[in-house]
Antibody, heavy 116, light 111 residues
């Protein structure tokens, strides 16, 4: 079964760093890009950026460029989304999804809560 | 404000058909056949329902169909069922630096 398994919920304080993960299984991880999508509480979907796991080439939405870093470790079929200094406004659900264009397989999401 | 415009809500009775619109520009919806639609039930991850304007992934009911005219894409659900009640999002490739945009989402209520 093709699936993306995301890391568990996180509760952090403003200014802390964080890395969440997305592990692919059931397919060739390096054959499909991985995207990250944010959903703030009660709001819609926002595309953040994506990575080609075969060479770690990335694209970012201008709205998120410089605020997050997307990376991947193809040896363990895992993509990452990380922050160096969290803000309260980063509180959201974060989904990873497969494919460069349309997103056909989604992880269940990782809830990130940032509160002092 | 989302890059693609969707109605905030639509509703229909079981068995009826409904259409959700998704309006963009010639830089996204109108310029490329890369529109996709996603269904999201409360507390769940989005699910791909339509890709490349009108293609259905394996396993998605043929009650779901997609189309496009000019800068507006549409998702039609025929034979509405209670399980179709969910939020629906359109998405498109865009030639702007954003690369990919979503609509604001449409809440479908099955009366």
């Amino acid at each position: 079964e093709v699936q993306l398994v995301q890391s568990g919920a996180e509760v952090k304080k403003p200014g802390e760093s964080l890395r969440i993960s997305c592990k692919g299984s059931g397919y060739s991880f390096t054959s499909y890009w991985i995207s990250w999508v944010r959903q703030m509480p009660g709001k819609g979907l926002e595309w953040m950026g994506r990575i080609d796991p075969s060479d770690s080439y990335t694209n970012y939405s201008p709205s998120f460029q410089g605020h997050v870093t997307i990376s991947a470790d193809k040896s363990i079929s895992t993509a990452y989304l990380q922050w160096s200094s969290l803000k309260a406004s980063d509180t959201a659900m974060y989904y990873c999804a497969r494919r460069r264009g349309y997103m056909d397989v989604w992880g269940k999401g990782t809830t990130v809560t940032v509160s002092s | 404000q989302s890059a693609l415009t969707q109605p905030a809500s639509v509703s229909g009775s079981p068995g009826q058909s409904i259409t959700i619109s998704c309006t963009g520009t010639s830089s996204d919806v109108g310029g490329y056949n890369y529109v996709s639609w996603y269904q999201q039930h409360p507390g769940k991850a989005p699910k791909l329902m339509i890709y490349d304007v009108s293609n259905r992934p394996s396993g998605v009911s043929n009650r779901f169909s997609g189309s496009k005219s000019g800068n507006t894409a549409s998702l039609t659900i025929s034979g509405l069922q209670a399980e179709d009640e969910a939020d629906y999002y359109c998405s498109s490739y865009t030639s702007s630096s954003t690369l990919k945009v979503f609509g604001g989402g449409t809440k479908l209520t099955v009366l």
